[in-house]
């Protein structure tokens, strides 16, 4: 972020934007998403989760959902080969992200990951989780019943509703856990290490101030090693 430095004005409609692209004016590659998207008509073929709590439910238990702390949206990133996932976890009002390394991919090892870091925080810190329907959060009740915690799930295929998240991951992945890397390879210490530079960073959002010290606002500092 540079301050002062303002945006190149580029005057033309969206639609003829989006043409340039289509002719190779501009480079696709160049966007965030390297212009990858889902085409129309796509069906989510993940598996769905029985008797999960939707989120149009969150904004009846929560009606303060948007200026209350302790909600938090989740999902995982995944590695090379598809053999190695990272738990990310991002609070909504302080954007601070959480990043957490299970042993492994399968549902079991994400709640063994998530169940370890309940047991080093606070009870009822966080009110409630969205994560996407990924079959990796299948064992979802255990963790909600035992940590008293509400959890919800995105509509398939939208991954708008947990816009927050979703753009915490694309920054980890440029920040240093790209797709490429075998996650097996790192330990805690380090994927922690690539979440602190993100929550360090000032935010317009936050004006201008970090994630972590918004954070650190709502909490006392004794707990905040267990969190971040």
Not at 26 to 36: H, I, Q, Y
Not at 61 to 76: K, L, R, S, V
Request: charge should be positive; hydrophobic fraction near 35%.
């Amino acid at each position: 972020m540079i301050i002062g430095r303002k945006e190149m004005i580029i005057s033309c409609s969206m639609r003829t934007l989006y043409r340039q692209f289509k002719e190779k004016v501009f480079d696709e590659v160049t966007l965030p998403m390297k212009g990858k998207r889902k085409p129309n008509g796509h069906q989510e073929r993940r598996g769905k989760q029985a008797f999960k709590r939707n989120i149009v439910e969150r904004k009846t238990d929560y009606p303060d959902f948007e200026e209350e702390f302790g909600h938090i949206e989740g999902d995982t990133i995944v590695g090379a080969h598809h053999k190695s996932a990272i738990i990310t976890l991002v609070e909504g009002l302080s954007k601070v992200i959480i990043t957490l390394k299970p042993d492994g991919r399968r549902a079991s090892d994400i709640e063994a990951a998530m169940d370890h870091w309940f047991n080093a925080i606070p009870r009822h810190l966080f009110k409630s989780i969205t994560f996407d329907c990924g079959k990796e959060f299948y064992n979802w009740k255990a963790l909600s019943n035992q940590h008293d915690v509400a959890i919800y799930f995105a509509d398939p295929g939208t991954p708008s509703q947990r816009g927050l998240n979703e753009h915490s991951n694309g920054l980890l992945r440029k920040e240093g856990l790209p797709k490429a890397m075998d996650f097996n390879l790192v330990d805690q210490s380090f994927i922690s290490s690539v979440a602190d530079k993100r929550n360090n960073i000032p935010r317009k959002i936050l004006n201008y101030q970090t994630p972590l010290e918004v954070f650190m606002s709502y909490m006392n500092k004794d707990i905040l090693s267990s969190l971040i």
